[in-house]
């Protein structure tokens, strides 16, 4: 049984509402990259990054695939990754599926787990056409008069990842190529190409495209993936009318690692709940969180055998104080502090070595529930879902009322037919009469029950290509006593002289919308540990001076756009009476260090004298020794002697 201070740990453990690491950890990914292997992909060109090299189309697409792998060792050791190659005269050799693969393709690496060997094996080949530029064009030939249709390109990757792909992981291809236009003056084959496509996204699977361009030949796509590659609507009145953004398409080859940085994490839904709209009328959604904390990957633990490492399984284990037992988790109870009474507590031979005085608990109360009734207490005895209650106007939504960041919610037509359809029709009128949703969440089965806002946000796109989807935010809303009203201090101010001074600079050093995106800016500190993982991995030196911090601010830059605005307004600083003055502040006093060293603690039982030791001193010493600290003082001084008699 487990002691009254463990009341709250449970707390802690299970009251993630909205994020849960765990959960994507368990979903696994699955990339196919399916490369264009024609004559336009091989022709060489002049390396950006290397004096008097060589490089293609071609060797930019595997390059970036080797370095998506790479970066998966570390990010997503259990996603998987397999490169597909069509338009080439190579067939495939994999006995496993290739009567299925269409004719001019060829499957260079099926779909596994990702691992260093299938990547080194990708870098000696990288590394040797580095040295040899026509060495693609060998391995690889390319097909020349002709196009393979793009209808087989698709089934291709199909077989590839039916056979090699695990069923509940997320499926995507990348398809890279340069050629807008395919299939010229042939609709038979654009309807073909159209209709494999689409059985290929019913199956779970989702493109996302990557045009090269080069200033000489610009990708057009209205020419042929405007009509095949449809982008996701709401409305399916609004299907033939889609047109693909523009960023897809990448106007530098060197841009096509870092637009994959962008894709390379797949969107994966956090719950997948019902929305009751009303008694009976219920449709699915599912929730996505827009902002997620990026930690380091999850440790293992494992045994050196002396030939060789295994993996330690590792699991948690109850065990009975009084009966040195195993205890099964299903048979613990938990308790609650019940704390002192006014009369009881509050005596000065407390702290100098009394018992805590605990209050009784009343006739016919229990002081211990099971899991099952904490989670009771927890939920209402709820089901995971969203219930609407009614509609307010938008205005009544606060700034302060937005505590915790939101939850982006999506209809899911796979459970309920008709979600997308009554989705669309609920957000277009909520915009129309600018009204928002309160609804009641419960999101987990082992979160708590919140009231949300659901604010509404229409389909938009801006310049530079990034679409805001059309969907519902969901927003926790705060209770009362979440939100406490800060005591306002008037600063001091100051002048209009020298806002002015100070915003001249600041004009100077202003990023144009759209000029920075963040994702191209990655935690340093993360970036640093992952990049010493990868070394290791595959067996390199690491060079700690040769890692660069994207985040690094160019102080060049800074002091050659705004350096003198800066001293000038410096200047102003040394005279402005409000910048000089230094407020006076109160002192705060810290609490007493009563803490005591071990030695300390090993002289006293030595002589004795343990019992001139306090209980929280005691107690201090025994959890550092991670020895059970429940029971009177007595109990607690034989405890530390029984330990260092032991030790």
């Known amino acids: 049984m487990p002691p009254f201070d463990d009341w709250n740990i449970i707390d802690e453990e299970e009251e993630q509402e909205l994020q849960d690491a765990a959960f994507f950890e368990g979903k696994r990914d699955v990339i196919l ?12 060109r002049d390396d950006p990054n290397y004096e008097d090299v060589k490089t293609s189309h071609l060797f930019t697409a595997l390059e970036a695939a080797m370095q998506i792998q790479k970066k998966k060792v570390i990010v997503g050791p259990n996603d998987s990754v397999g490169i597909v190659l069509f338009n080439t005269t190579r067939s495939s050799e994999t006995k496993n599926h290739a009567t299925e693969i269409k004719k001019n393709s060829f499957v260079y690496q099926p779909i596994t787990l990702i691992s260093a060997p299938a990547i080194q094996e990708l870098i000696q080949l990288l590394d040797a056409a580095r040295e040899d530029p ?17 209808g087989d390109v698709f089934t291709s990757c199909n077989w590839v990842l039916r056979d090699g792909a695990p069923k509940t992981a997320s499926k995507r291809v990348f398809l890279i190529t340069d050629d807008d ?19 290929l996204t019913q199956s779970g699977v989702q493109i996302e495209p990557f045009f090269i361009a080069t200033p000489e030949k610009p990708f057009e796509t209205y020419k042929f993936y405007s009509s095949v590659l449809l982008p996701n ?27 994959m940085r962008f894709h390379e994490v797949p969107k994966r839904a956090i719950f997948s709940i019902p929305f009751q709209l009303a008694d009976g009328f219920v449709i699915s959604i599912k929730g996505y969180g827009l902002v997620t904390e990026q930690k380091k990957g999850s440790y293992k633990y494992f045994v050196d055998l ?8 590792s699991r948690t284990v109850y065990v009975d104080e009084d009966q040195q037992a195993e205890v099964n988790k299903t048979e613990m109870v938990y308790g609650m502090a019940l704390g002192a009474t006014p009369n009881e507590g509050g005596s000065d031979d407390e702290g100098e070595g009394g018992d805590t005085v605990c209050r009784a608990v009343p006739l016919g109360k229990r002081p211990f529930y099971t899991a099952d009734e904490i989670k009771s207490f927890r939920t209402l005895d709820l089901e995971p879902s969203i219930k609407l209650l009614g509609f307010r106007d938008r205005k009544e939504l606060a700034f302060e009322d937005n505590v915790k960041h939101s939850v982006f919610i999506y209809p899911d037509e796979s459970k309920y037919s008709g979600s997308k359809r009554t989705f669309a029709a609920l957000l277009k009128k909520m915009i129309e009469k600018k009204k928002i949703g ?3 969440a419960l999101t987990r089965s082992n979160a708590a029950p919140v009231f949300c806002a659901m604010l509404p946000q229409a389909e938009s796109g801006e310049e530079g290509g990034w679409n805001d989807p059309a969907g519902f935010h969901l927003i926790p809303l705060p209770f009362a006593d979440d939100i406490r009203g800060a005591p306002l201090d008037r600063a001091f101010r100051a002048s209009d002289e ?34 010493q993982l990868q070394a290791s991995a595959f067996r390199e030196e690491f060079d700690p001076e040769a890692f660069e911090d994207l985040t690094r601010p160019k102080y060049d830059m800074i002091h050659k756009r705004a350096g003198n605005l800066m001293k000038e307004w410096k200047r102003s600083l040394l005279t402005d009476e409000s910048a000089n003055v230094v407020p006076m502040t109160t002192g705060s006093k810290r609490k007493a260090d009563i803490s005591v060293d071990e030695a300390e603690i090993r002289s006293k039982h030595e002589v004795g004298a343990l019992a001139k030791l306090r209980v929280d001193q005691l107690k201090d010493f025994l959890k ?24």
């Open 233 to 259: 609507v709401l409305n399916d009145e609004d299907e033939d009318t889609g047109v693909l953004p523009e960023s897809i398409s990448i106007t530098r080859i060197d841009d096509l690692l870092s637009q």
């Open 624 to 647: 550092s020794k991670s020895q059970p600290v429940s029971g009177k003082k007595a109990e607690l001084i034989e405890r530390v002697n029984d330990w260092l008699d032991a030790h």
């Open 498 to 531: 020298l806002k002015d001074a100070a915003r001249v600079w600041i004009d100077k050093l202003c990023v144009k919308d759209g000029a920075y995106p963040p994702d191209s800016h990655p935690n340093p500190a993360l970036a640093y540990h992952n990049a």
């Open 438 to 440: 309160h609804v009641l």
């Open 33 to 44: 990259f399916c490369i264009d292997c024609s004559e336009s992909m091989h022709e060489l």
């Open 306 to 313: 002396g030939d060789r490492m295994e993996v330690a399984n």
């Open 181 to 199: 236009n395919p299939h010229p003056g042939s609709k038979q084959l654009v309807t073909s190409a159209r209709t494999t496509l689409l059985d």
């Open 134 to 150: 026509d060495l693609l064009k060998s391995t690889f030939p390319p097909l020349k008069g002709k196009k393979m249709p793009m």
